[in-house]
């Protein structure tokens, strides 16, 4: 990843609730009120989005108004793989 990603990754669940875990310890001498609040809020949210009813909500969310049938156009001609490195030649990386 590089250091560009970086802003959009602390916006996107689930990391986008780790930023208030660190504000509160970094919080935690000055503000403890404060800091206790946010330790709280973020673990509480990570612990809602582990709970299995919460994702399979989302899950299903995500997979309405999905086409029935595949499209008119045919048969895709090619099926692509993406990787990140492939290792060929007893381990060499290409």
Request: hydrophobic content about 55%; some cysteine.
């Amino acid at each position: 990843m590089s250091l560009g990603a970086l802003p959009t990754a602390l916006l996107m669940p689930p990391v986008n609730l780790l930023v208030p875990c660190a504000a509160g310890l970094l919080l935690w001498r000055s503000r403890p009120r404060a800091a206790r609040w946010l330790l709280a809020a973020g673990l509480a949210g990570l612990l809602v989005l582990s709970l299995p009813i919460v994702s399979r909500a989302l899950i299903i969310s995500l997979e309405t108004n999905l086409p029935l049938s595949p499209p008119a156009a045919g048969p895709p001609g090619a099926i692509v793989i993406l990787s990140a490195e492939a290792l060929r030649n007893n381990g060499v990386l290409e």
